[in-house]
Every structure is written in C-alpha cells, then in structure tokens.
C-alpha cells in the first residue's frame, strides 16, 4: 500500500476538509493503540471507525456504538460527522436567510447603540478579538465595545459579575445581548452559525483545553451567537472546573443531536433569556 502520511498529516487532511471518513485498521492486539488514535481524532469533522475482527452481522447494533460495513469487513462507528449529508446545506441555508433577517432588523437597535456608545466613552465603537472557529481557524469576532479598555487576546481576563471595566452603557448592552448583534455579520460571512458552541477568546480556549482535553472536540462545529449550553442556564464566567464540564457536555450534545427544529428552539429560548438578564453580565 502507498504510505500517504503520519497521523498528523491525516490530521491535517481532515482539518482542512479533504477527508470524510477514516477507518482505523490496525491488528486486534493493537487495542490501546487504536483507542489513543480514536481519541486523537474525535476533535475532527469526520465520522471515524474502527475495523472489527467480527463479522458485522455478529455485533450488536444496540449496544455502545452503531456498527456498518465496507464491503464484507464489519466496523464499529465511533463517532459520525458532525454535518453531514444535507445537514451543512440546510443549517447554511438558515444562517443566510435568518441571520440576514435579523441583521437588517437590528440596524436601528445598533446605530442607536454605537452613538450611545461613542457619546459615553472613549474608545473605537466596536470591538473585535480573535477567536477559534471551525477546525480552530481564528476569526475575528465583532461585537460594541461595552468596556472602558480594550484589551487584546493575551492573558485577558474573563468578564464576571460587577466587572469595573463594564461602562454604565455597556452594563445595559450586555443585559439585553444587543453587544452580540454585530456577531450576525460573521454569521452572514459564513465564520459563525446562529446556534452553535460559544466561542472563547483564544487565551481562554488555550487555558481550558490545558484544563480538559477533550475541550478541543467542540471545534467540529461552527461558533454560534448561542448556543445549547447559554439556553441550558451556562452563562457567564467559567470559574470552576464543573462549569467547564458541564458547558462541554451540553456542547458535544448539540453537536451530535443536530437538527433544524433544535436550532429553532434554541433560538426562541434564548430571545426568552436575553429579556430575563440572567447571568447576563
């Protein structure tokens, strides 16, 4: 067989899209092997499989995995693609048409926000920083600047609860989330979905995948301006190693349970949210 490359050029092929599916064929007695490298590409947005040494028909398919087969060869389903099939053309298909909506409606809201924002603080009217994108790709993600300091992505400390460097204007933006809406224009870009994991300032990213390792797995997907975690009560500071677990888990569930009636909800959850100001800050 003609040797393509090492792990980290499969990697890489798979990260820059070039790749579907893997299917990891190694000898039986190399089970911890096989593990490490399912483990190592779960991160990517591919469906991966591991070849039995069973015949498929013998494999429960209501157990831990899902099983399928190519050709005679039974395989076991780690894990399926995040997007697939018609998926990415339908959720696309709502970001263009929804996100564009929305952002033409929020037009009045923004200017009324960016002159409130120029007349009570020094400073540029938005705000950007560069964040990890689909595949860890850095993006730089807008949004009306609601501080009285802009800092930029090294060691920047996460805002939290009665933060000094909030401006009286920017507490009121952050409460009713108007700061997000400049984020529609990413979406319509096509860097960002309207639902999706919330994406993190790069320093903090780095600093909760040192953290949790498999952090780096919700970046199968796109960042959203919301997401399943902020709807399910995740909100505001990650202060603590729970609230790191807990907004990853609800993450990974969205990612696996995708569906445009989830997104739908999630949307309209959220609207409910953002007049409620919880954990908004």
Same mark, same amino acid.
């Given at each position: 067989?003609?040797?393509?490359?090492?792990?980290?050029?499969?990697?890489?092929?798979?990260?820059?899209?070039?790749?579907?599916?893997?299917?990891?064929?190694?000898?039986?007695?190399?089970?911890?092997?096989?593990?490490?490298?399912?483990?190592?590409?779960?991160?990517?947005?591919?469906?991966?499989?591991?070849?039995?040494?069973?015949?498929?028909?013998?494999?429960? /398919?209501?157990?831990?995995?899902?099983?399928?087969?190519?050709?005679?060869?039974?395989?076991?389903?780690?894990?399926?693609?995040?997007?697939?099939?018609?998926?990415?053309?339908?959720?696309?298909?709502?970001d263009v048409v929804l996100g564009s909506i929305l952002f033409v409606l929020s037009l009045p809201i923004l200017a009324i926000a960016a002159l409130a924002v120029a007349a009570t603080s020094k400073g540029p009217i938005l705000f950007r920083q560069r964040r990890r994108g689909l595949n860890k790709a850095t993006i730089e993600v807008l949004k009306l600047?609601?501080?009285?300091?802009?800092? /930029?992505?090294?060691?920047?400390?996460?805002?939290?609860?009665?933060?000094?460097?909030?401006?009286?204007?920017?507490?009121?933006?952050?409460?009713?989330?108007?700061?997000?809406?400049?984020?529609?224009?990413?979406?319509?870009?096509?860097?960002?979905?309207?639902?999706?994991?919330?994406?993190?300032?790069?320093?903090?990213?780095?600093?909760?995948?040192?953290?949790?390792?498999?952090?780096?797995?919700?970046?199968?997907?796109?960042?959203?301006?919301?997401?399943?975690?902020?709807?399910?009560?995740?909100?505001?500071?990650?202060?603590?190693?729970?609230?790191?677990?807990?907004?990853?888990?609800?993450?990974?569930?969205?990612?696996?349970?995708?569906?445009?009636?989830?997104?739908?909800?999630?949307?309209?959850?959220?609207?409910?949210?953002?007049?409620?100001?919880?954990?908004?800050?």
């Amino acid at each position: 067989l003609t040797v393509a490359g090492r792990l980290s050029d499969l990697i890489e092929a798979a990260t820059s899209e070039r790749v579907d599916q893997i299917i990891i064929a190694l000898p039986q007695a190399a089970d911890s092997r096989m593990a490490m490298i399912a483990r190592t590409l779960e991160r990517l947005p591919v469906s991966v499989h591991i070849v039995t040494h069973i015949a498929s028909d013998l494999v429960d /398919g209501e157990g831990a995995h899902k099983v399928s087969s190519l050709g005679p060869v039974g395989m076991l389903d780690v894990k399926r693609k995040a997007l697939s099939d018609w998926q990415p053309i339908v959720k696309r298909f709502e970001d263009v048409v929804l996100g564009s909506i929305l952002f033409v409606l929020s037009l009045p809201i923004l200017a009324i926000a960016a002159l409130a924002v120029a007349a009570t603080s020094k400073g540029p009217i938005l705000f950007r920083q560069r964040r990890r994108g689909l595949n860890k790709a850095t993006i730089e993600v807008l949004k009306l600047r609601t501080m009285t300091v802009v800092e /930029g992505d090294e060691a920047m400390p996460q805002t939290m609860k009665d933060d000094p460097r909030v401006t009286p204007v920017g507490r009121i933006l952050r409460r009713l989330s108007i700061d997000e809406l400049p984020q529609l224009w990413n979406v319509v870009k096509g860097e960002m979905s309207l639902v999706g994991p919330r994406p993190h300032a790069i320093s903090h990213d780095e600093e909760f995948a040192s953290k949790l390792e498999v952090y780096a797995n919700r970046h199968q997907m796109k960042p959203g301006i919301t997401g399943l975690a902020q709807v399910e009560g995740c909100r505001g500071e990650i202060d603590s190693q729970d609230k790191l677990e807990q907004r990853l888990a609800h993450d990974m569930a969205y990612i696996k349970g995708w569906s445009l009636w989830l997104d739908l909800k999630i949307i309209a959850r959220t609207l409910l949210i953002v007049l409620s100001g919880r954990n908004a800050y």
